[in-house]
């Protein structure tokens, strides 16, 4: 199913935070960006932390804020950003990752919100992640 998405403007946290590396660049599912942004909006100092994470280097991780959720070779290059509070809710913002064929870029698409309401991956969570997984976005480096 083919996708739109649309990039997300970072500069100024880029300035802010002091990041010059522009080799990652982060972009929203268009059909979804309105549960994204709900999440978004709902934990910002989070959002920001996982950004830096994120933004920090092309193959950099830190699995409590932005880690690979890959649960079989069909959903290999999905990647969560990681909304844990300690009040239980444990929401995700689902990602693909594209690599450029030098792997010296990434594209990191935020495709999904989700409200995870448990530590397993329960069969809903498999068929989300299959259905993501299938999402066609026209990638151009």
Same mark, same amino acid.
């Given at each position: 199913?083919? *996708? ?10 880029? *300035? ?6 522009? *080799?990652? *660049? ?54 969560? $950003? ?27 698409? $935020? ?31």
């Amino acid at each position: 199913m083919e *996708r739109s998405y649309t990039e997300v403007n970072l500069d100024s946290y880029r *300035r802010e935070h002091q990041i010059a590396d522009t *080799r990652v *660049r982060v972009y929203m599912d268009i059909e979804n960006s309105e549960e994204i942004l709900s999440i978004i909006t709902q934990y910002m100092t989070r959002f920001q932390m996982i950004l830096y994470w994120v933004l920090k280097g092309v193959k950099s991780y830190n699995d409590d804020f932005y880690g690979d959720e890959s649960i079989s070779g069909k959903t290999k290059g999905i990647y969560a $950003m990681k909304f844990k509070t300690g009040k239980g809710q444990n929401f995700r913002i689902y990602c693909r990752e594209f690599f450029n064929p030098a792997q010296t870029q990434k594209k990191v698409i $935020m495709a999904f919100g989700y409200h995870k309401k448990s530590e397993d991956v329960d069969k809903k969570l498999k068929n989300i992640l299959g259905s993501i997984a299938e999402y066609d976005y026209e990638i151009t480096w």
